[in-house]
């Protein structure tokens, strides 16, 4: 069977993400969207008429593949590649293969950066959570956006990694040039299994946008 986006029942923020972007930046402005996965909000974005740059660096979501699907079934994935160019959108996006935080800057600040839940995956902490939201914000120009959704701790192993944040912690990196325009977070919650977590589980999840100033304080 075909898929569609493997993350497209997951909850997500991206609707006050997408509000703030109309409301603060031009049409045709630039987006980078860091860990993009199969481009479940890289399309949206194109469609509505942005800009977008998108770096992932796993290869099934940027070229699709089998994979297995809760109830012991597999499934073929469609791939962002694949998808952008099904809906018309490839010369919308610039498509990045690289490990966000092994490489230089692969762009010039851009209007807004996003990112949804993916700086809590074990293959990044290896490296300080602060250096992944340092480098985010370093794409963002003066008058720019800044928007993340994130995985909050509700395990005790998550107390201890600092990848599972909270609106709280996160806002201590937004000091200066920043404003913080939006936090919000949920209770505990069910979510039904998926690829990748083939089972249903729970998560907490938070939400920071901030805006940068337009001159250096």
Not at 20 to 30: Q, V
Not at 99 to 123: K, M, N, Q, R
Not at 180 to 206: S, Y
Request: proline letters at 6%; one cysteine or more; glycine letters at 8%.
């Amino acid at each position: 069977m075909q898929t569609p986006s493997m993350w497209r029942h997951t909850l997500t923020f991206f609707p006050q993400f997408l509000a703030a972007l109309k409301e603060r930046t031009e049409p045709d402005s630039t987006v980078t969207v860091i860990g993009a996965s199969d481009g479940r909000l890289v399309v949206p974005l194109a469609a509505a008429g942005y800009r977008v740059i998108a770096i992932e660096r796993d290869p099934l979501a940027l070229h699709g593949g089998e994979v297995q699907l809760p109830g012991g079934r597999t499934g073929h994935a469609t791939g962002m590649i694949e998808r952008l160019k099904q809906e018309g959108l490839h010369d919308r996006v610039q498509v990045v293969e690289e490990d966000f935080l092994a490489s230089e800057p692969v762009t010039a600040p851009c209007d807004a950066v996003w990112t949804s839940c993916s700086w809590h995956y074990s293959a990044n902490h290896h490296r300080p959570f602060g250096e992944f939201v340092d480098r985010m914000q370093r794409l963002v120009r003066p008058g720019g956006l800044f928007g993340a959704e994130f995985m909050m701790p509700l395990t005790q192993r998550h107390h201890v990694l600092e990848h599972y944040t909270s609106p709280e912690k996160l806002r201590h990196y937004f000091i200066g040039d920043w404003d913080v325009l939006l936090t919000l977070r949920t209770n505990e919650f069910t979510e039904q299994a998926h690829v990748g977590q083939l089972q249903d589980h729970n998560h907490r999840m938070g939400l920071l946008l901030a805006a940068r100033a337009s001159t250096p304080s």
